[in-house]
């Protein structure tokens, strides 16, 4: 998250460098200046031209800016999230669960890191941070663990007949997060929707 708004290379999230970059942001030493807005693998630029402060809590100061998006923008990602519902549809539970999996170790490996810039963006302690990150994984092992269960049922009729029955995802929906929780709540909203082959729009509210 941090390395890619400012452009860190990659490492280790147990990195002290990585680790003192977030914690200086309370100082007003960095500022995030990457759009925040991100759809199709990339960020975007809003062409509303309309942008909101966002405050860090401890000090006032402005951390960044957020960019507000308007129909184009809302199209655009929609657009995005039908073309990957295709693909992401068709996997098996098996397939899904795998890369929610993935997604959960990745949080666990950046615990820090994330529950660091939490503290900075939100004003919450540290210890309720980390355990918003530790929430927001075991949220996605949890969807992870049952989209391997997703079946339909078998019904036996009169006659020797049966019918079935089968769960088929039904498109993009969106999630709406909240300030307090964001990290949080945008595993509640999405590990439900992608266990079940479906995709997720989240926005803050």
């Known amino acids: 998250m941090l390395r890619r708004l400012h452009g860190f290379p990659w490492r280790p999230a147990t ?3 990585l680790s003192a970059a977030v ?6 030493a960095v ?7 991100f759809w199709a693998g990339q960020r975007r630029i809003s062409q509303e031209n309309r942008k909101e402060n966002v405050y860090e809590p401890a000090t006032g100061r402005v951390l960044c800016h957020l960019e507000q998006c308007g129909e184009e923008e809302v199209g655009q990602a929609v657009t995005a999230a039908k073309s990957a519902f295709g693909p992401w549809s068709k996997m098996s539970g098996m397939e899904r669960a795998r890369i929610m999996i993935e997604a959960a170790h990745l949080i666990e490996n950046r615990r820090e890191e994330i529950a660091e810039m ?3 963006n939100n004003g919450k302690s540290i210890t309720e941070a980390r355990l918003d990150v530790d929430s927001a994984r075991l949220c996605i092992e949890y969807y992870a663990g049952l989209a391997r269960t997703l079946a339909g049922q078998h019904v036996q009729l009169p006659g020797g ?3 079935y029955t089968r769960r088929e995802p039904l498109g993009v929906c969106v999630g709406i997060g909240a300030w307090n ?4 709540i945008a595993a509640w909203k999405s590990a439900p929707a992608l266990a079940c082959g479906r995709e997720i729009l989240s926005t803050p509210n």
Not at 23 to 28: F, K, T
Not at 31 to 37: A, F, G, H, K
């Open 181 to 184: 929780y964001p990290f949080q």
């Open 31 to 37: 500022n995030i200046t990457l759009p925040l807005n």
């Open 15 to 17: 990195a002290p460098a």
């Open 23 to 28: 914690r200086c942001l309370s100082s007003g």
């Open 161 to 163: 007949s049966f019918a």
């Open 118 to 120: 939490e503290v900075v």
